[in-house]
């Protein structure tokens, strides 16, 4: 039995056609984002009111947040492309895996830098051994496995295939740090942003920090097709399509 | 300004300045570590892929 696949996904699947396409989208993605950010940032630094309890600490969610988010979206990105790269065989999906490690890390040390700086005039320390925490530190290690793991093959086929299996093994902190401030007793707060519910802050605390979480995606998609791109180029450099791109430039 | 009676008390940010610019400076730090960390990725390649183009066109 042959599954029937909509004929974009096999456009994707080609990396000429994904060289062509975000060629198209990276200029859009990028204003949109540096948009995004700017506002974000300066609503969020200048225009936000500060936090009743906390005051102005509280002004690092703004970065805090999305960053958290964006680590385990892109988490799970890997771990999904991965997983169509060894189902399908697709090229094109092991180099969009293979682009969302190293970025994925560095959001993860985002995440965790400005927790902890978050942490030490909220809780009086810099890290505590919490559920929240460590299951976030996990995501990291996992992160940082993947990509050493790539690292230690020589034959790229072997390395995709490796880094899809323990990508998709790593999937399963993804929910234990979603739920860690439910099931455990944690110092970290709640979600802040849920789907079912509305925000607990004032709009004009949330807003700002909408704005942010959008910003960090867009930017994320800007670095993740610049990375693909240029591993496509490096990987079908035998095509006549690439040799013909670099002699022209 | 916004929130914030003057500059002084905005770079102040009550008495956790230090913790709020460390964290947006962490943020920019990477946010630009990403970025030319990709331009200098594709320009070493092309520097190299032109070249051994180069190389392979003498040869043959």
């Known amino acids: 039995m ?26 859009w993605f990028s204003a949109v984002a540096i948009i995004l950010l700017l506002t974000g940032s300066v609503w969020g630094l200048v225009f ?9 600490s509280f002004r690092i969610i703004y970065v805090h ?23 399908w065989k697709m ?17 993860a040390v985002i995440s ?37 793991l790539r690292g230690a093959f020589e034959n790229t086929q072997s390395a995709d295939k490796a880094a899809a299996v323990l990508s998709l093994v790593g999937l399963v902190n993804i929910p234990i740090i979603k739920y860690s ?16 519910e509305k925000p607990a802050m004032p709009p004009e ?34 095509t006549s399509w690439v040799q013909t791109l670099i002699k022209s430039l | 300004m916004g ?14 300045g230090l913790y709020v610019w460390l964290s947006y400076g962490i943020a920019l730090v990477i946010f630009i570590y990403n970025i030319s960390s990709v331009v200098l990725l594709k320009r070493a390649f092309f520097t190299k892929a032109k070249r051994q183009l180069k190389r392979e066109e003498n040869a043959s």
């Open chain 1, 48 to 56: 936000a009111p500060a936090d009743y309890q906390q005051g102005n």
């Open chain 1, 91 to 107: 090229k094109m999906a092991h180099i969009v895996a293979q682009s969302c490690a190293a970025f994925g890390a560095s959001i």
């Open chain 1, 112 to 148: 965790l830098a400005t927790g902890a700086i978050w942490g030490k005039p909220t809780w009086g320390a810099w890290w505590v051994w919490d559920a929240r925490l460590t299951s976030m530190l996990v995501l990291l290690f996992l992160y940082v496995g993947v990509i050493a």
């Open chain 1, 181 to 196: 401030v439910e099931w455990w007793n944690t110092l970290h707060q709640p979600a802040t942003f849920t789907v079912t």
């Open chain 1, 2 to 27: 042959t599954l029937k696949l909509p004929q974009w996904f096999y456009q994707l699947a080609s990396p000429r056609w994904f060289y062509e396409f975000s060629g198209k989208l990276l200029p």
């Open chain 2, 3 to 16: 929130d914030f009676a003057s500059f002084t008390e905005f770079l102040q940010m009550g008495k956790h």
């Open chain 1, 65 to 87: 947040v999305p960053a958290s988010i964006l680590a385990q979206s892109c988490y799970m990105l890997m771990a999904v492309a991965g997983a169509i790269g060894l189902i």
């Open chain 1, 205 to 238: 605390m949330w807003i700002p920090l909408l704005i942010m979480v959008l910003g960090f995606y867009c930017f994320f998609s800007v670095i993740l097709m610049h990375r693909a791109r240029l591993e496509v180029l490096q990987r079908e450099m035998k």
